[in-house]
């Protein structure tokens, strides 16, 4: 097997599997609780029916069933897009992040029909999102997309100017 896709396997795997085991300790230990870290840190389980931010929460299983229809697209559509930029010579780092988050999300989508979410990042009362490992790793994956475009801008905007 190609070293480089051994590589992406390793952290696609070790991604996966580091935010399916936070969330069962999540779900066993936090069903009940919360745990004050600090002043802007809790761990407090949150059942998140939609995506980011809560966004398209429905409460209907036909809701749940077209959400978790449209994510499920959008992974296939993202895996094409990956293996084009595979076979194009690009590095898969950012991409390889986001599918084992988006993959680890939607595990949790038809085991429990929503995402377990226990990081609660807060400054006093004003709460940001309750993410998961899973949501890190997709945000950390798409900050990488994001620098490596800008990087490519640059690169030929300076090949260009020469």
């Known amino acids: 097997m190609n070293a480089a896709i051994m590589r992406y396997l390793i952290i696609f795997a070790s991604s996966f599997w580091l935010d399916r085991w936070t969330k069962n300790l999540a779900i066993k230990f936090l069903s009940q609780d919360s745990i004050v870290v600090n002043n802007w840190l809790n761990f407090s389980l949150q059942w998140n029916r939609g995506v980011s931010f809560s966004l398209f929460s429905f409460d209907s299983p036909w809701g749940v069933f077209g959400l978790t229809l449209g994510v499920m697209v959008v992974i296939v559509l993202f895996g094409f897009y990956a293996v084009g930029q595979f076979r194009n010579g690009k590095l898969l780092?950012?991409?390889?992040?986001?599918?084992?988050g988006a993959l680890s999300n939607l595990v949790d989508r038809f085991k429990h029909g929503a995402v377990a979410d226990f990081i609660d990042f807060h400054l006093?009362?004003?709460?940001?999102?309750?993410?998961?490992?899973?949501d890190v790793f997709i945000f950390l994956g798409i900050t990488w997309l994001m620098l490596v475009q800008?990087?490519?801008?640059?690169?030929?905007?300076i090949k260009i100017n020469r």
Do not use: P, Q
Not at 93 to 99: A, K
Not at 124 to 134: Q, R
């Open 93 to 100: 780092y950012g991409e390889t992040l986001v599918m084992a």
């Open 124 to 134: 006093g009362s004003w709460h940001f999102a309750t993410v998961n490992i899973a």
């Open 150 to 157: 800008v990087k490519e801008v640059y690169d030929a905007k």
